[in-house]
């Protein structure tokens, strides 16, 4: 379960979307794609769910935030 403070709720999250949120470290998108493509084939689970999708469902539920990188930040 994951608590959002800033706009209250509780959410429930597979195991898919776990797994991803433990991986966020502030890596850029394509080596965390490639990060929890490499565990969850380690785990044996099968074909790995779409990421990209689970990371904008957890953007849009406030549970994660995308940071800029120093080059998207330097104009």
Same mark, same amino acid.
């Given at each position: 379960?994951?608590?959002?403070? +800033?706009?209250? @709720?509780?959410?429930?999250? @597979?195991? $898919?979307?776990? %797994?991803? %949120?433990?991986?966020?470290? =502030? !890596?850029?998108?394509?080596?965390?794609?490639?990060?929890?493509? $490499?565990?969850?084939?380690? !785990?044996? +689970? =099968?074909? +790995?769910?779409?990421?990209?999708?689970?990371?904008?469902? %957890? !953007?849009?539920? =406030?549970?994660?935030?995308?940071?800029?990188?120093?080059?998207?930040?330097?104009?």
């Amino acid at each position: 379960m994951v608590f959002t403070p +800033a706009n209250p @709720n509780v959410y429930t999250l @597979n195991a $898919a979307a776990w %797994l991803l %949120l433990e991986l966020c470290d =502030g !890596q850029d998108v394509e080596s965390l794609l490639a990060e929890f493509r $490499a565990v969850y084939a380690d !785990q044996g +689970a =099968g074909e +790995a769910p779409d990421v990209k999708q689970i990371i904008e469902d %957890l !953007q849009g539920k =406030g549970i994660l935030s995308r940071q800029l990188t120093k080059e998207e930040s330097t104009p």
